[in-house]
């Protein structure tokens, strides 16, 4: 790389009136990564540390700063599972602009997936859904790295993959892990944020270190008895997943959890929204 990257950058560089704010396209990044032997991901993070938005990124303006972008793209999240609340998870956070994402999953795509996984698709079925997610995301969020973890997380490799990162979203399916991942994630210092999804109803909550909350909730011994008895459908999964989206950016934004020690019950057959505390 030169000795200075944003002056090669500026060459490239449009102004934008209308939002005030210097902005380079997807190709003339491209270009620059290119020659300076830079990925993707990384040239997004010398632009927006020069006060330059990329071109794919530019509509989070003025919702985000462009400090608050730079926070995004130097960021790292530990996304554990990629079905019904992951695969939505995966996109949201991926195309916020979080630099750095592990998925982890060890199942496969069946055809039971298709009302409500965003990932899953008929000719997918039988892949594994970790690198499915990483591959979407590889097409539609260029400028944000995605490692797929294509094996299930436990107590033997969790420390590992809890190794750098800001915050856990747990997207798992489950209950029965659940508890597994918060005492590891404490242990680590790292905050999570949690939902789960019966029929129409979408329950979501997050937890700093050594704090309770919504994995008081995780009680029981069957992981899908809800599930049997509710069905699980795509709002509330969608609903759920972009409510842990929003609650792990803000925290990597601001440092704050808006939902830790509480739990947001959703309920779209009524359209009742109901925020309890659970510390």
């Not at 989070?60 to 400090?67: D, F, G, K, R, T």
Request: with cysteine; proline share 3%; hydrophobic share 50%.
């Amino acid at each position: 790389m030169s000795a200075d990257p944003g002056a090669a950058l500026a060459a490239l560089a449009v102004h934008d009136p209308e939002r005030g704010v210097r902005t380079v396209g997807l190709e003339g990044l491209q270009a620059f990564c290119l020659e300076h032997g830079l990925s993707l991901p990384q040239g997004a993070r010398v632009a927006v540390n020069q006060a330059l938005m990329p071109l794919p990124l530019l509509k989070n303006l003025h919702a985000l700063s462009m400090a608050d972008q730079a926070k995004l793209l130097h960021a790292s999240v530990l996304l554990v599972g990629a079905g019904g609340l992951g695969g939505y998870a995966l996109e949201l956070l991926s195309r916020f602009g979080v630099g750095r994402i592990t998925v982890a999953d060890g199942d496969v795509f069946e055809e039971s997936n298709l009302n409500r996984q965003l990932l899953s698709s008929a000719d997918n079925l039988g892949q594994n859904k970790a690198r499915a997610g990483a591959k979407r995301a590889s097409r539609t969020s260029p400028l944000v790295s995605v490692e797929a973890l294509d094996f299930f997380l436990d107590e033997s490799n969790l420390c590992a993959a809890l190794g750098d990162v800001d915050i856990v979203v747990d997207a798992l399916g489950g209950i029965r892990f659940r508890r597994a991942l918060r005492v590891a994630a404490s242990q680590a210092g790292v905050p999570v944020v949690g939902a789960a999804v019966a029929g129409w109803t979408a329950l979501v909550g997050s937890e700093l270190p050594g704090q309770t909350g919504i994995s008081t909730m995780w009680t029981g011994s069957d992981a899908r008895d809800a599930e049997r008895v509710l069905g699980s459908l795509a709002p509330a999964a969608c609903l759920a997943a972009s409510l842990q989206a929003a609650e792990a950016v803000q925290y990597l934004i601001t440092g704050d959890l808006r939902l830790a020690g509480r739990m947001l019950h959703a309920d779209l057959s009524s359209f009742a929204f109901t925020l309890y505390d659970l510390a």
